[in-house]
């Protein structure tokens, strides 16, 4: 986001590869396992701030999630 833009050119070039419909269906049975945790996480907690408690940890899990990143890596 705060690149210059040939620079945030470059590198989206090399990650946009690895972004095809074919890539990221390959996550979506991930995607909806990751809200299943995060849904069952808010019921056990009694409440649910959309934002915090799946908007904003949803994509940050998958994306993790596609690069290898371990999920006790994630926080």
Avoid: N, W
């Avoid at 990650?15 to 809200?35: L, S």
């Avoid at 934002?51 to 006790?72: E, F, Q, T, W």
């Amino acid at each position: 986001l705060y690149l210059p833009p040939d620079e945030h050119d470059r590198i989206r070039s090399l990650v946009a590869r690895h972004c095809t419909p074919r890539a990221v269906e390959a996550f979506r049975e991930a995607a909806r396992q990751e809200v299943d945790r995060l849904l069952d996480q808010a019921e056990a907690q009694g409440k649910l701030d959309l934002v915090h408690d799946l908007a904003y940890p949803l994509p940050i899990a998958v994306i993790c999630r596609m690069l290898g990143i371990p999920a006790c890596d994630v926080p």
